[in-house]
């Protein structure tokens, strides 16, 4: 927690409490971040390897990939005082929401191949490549991800202080008194 609270310390005040106010969402942001990283990776690997010639699978599976990574990231941190499911029903809600934006993730590539025909033989490799980045992963990911964050807040996490913990108390050092 230092590191946060040093670079929050850096940062103007206005700016600060904006920030603060909406830590939930920029930390939904991070794992997003995350989660793109791991989805452009994954993504890629396959696509240039073993699934060269099936772009839409490829990138549903990098989905997948990241959304069990996003699943113990957002629970753990982004959401991690939201709660107010059992903790499997919550798994299935998650898992259910990010199907969803799987396909809605998936939607933008699947008509930029099939509707717009931009893929080979149509245009050059360097167009379809352009193309399959800037609507699969940039459009798909950001649609998904405002389906996602207006989701989980309403139907998985949908208590804001389910789980909060209680704050230790902080003893000034030297402070060698037993708590009875």
């Known amino acids: 927690m230092a590191f946060v609270e040093n670079a929050l310390a850096r940062i103007p005040e206005p ?10 969402l920029l930390k939904f942001a991070v794992v997003g971040g995350i989660c793109f990283i791991v989805t452009i990776t994954v993504n890629y690997v396959l696509k240039f390897t073993v699934l060269n010639r099936n772009p839409v699978t490829a990138q549903a599976i990098a989905v997948i990939v990241a959304t069990i990574a996003s699943y113990v990231l957002n629970r753990e941190w982004s959401f991690r005082e939201r709660g107010g499911r059992e903790r499997r029903h919550e798994a299935a809600l998650f898992f259910l929401i990010s199907g969803i934006g799987v396909g809605i993730n998936s ?8 509707a717009l025909h931009l893929q080979v033989p149509n245009v050059t490799l360097i167009t379809q490549e352009v193309a399959d980045f800037g609507f699969g992963i940039v459009l798909g990911t950001a649609l998904a991800m405002v389906f996602r964050w207006w989701a989980f807040k309403k ?3 949908p208590d ?21």
């Not at 700016?15 to 939930?24: F, G, P, S």
């Open 15 to 24: 700016v600060r409490a904006i920030l603060v106010r909406h830590r939930e």
């Open 155 to 157: 139907w998985v996490f």
């Open 107 to 114: 939607l933008p590539l699947f008509l930029s191949r099939y």
């Open 160 to 180: 804001a202080e389910a789980r909060v913990r209680p704050l230790r108390a902080v003893r000034p050092a030297g402070d060698t008194e037993r708590a009875a």
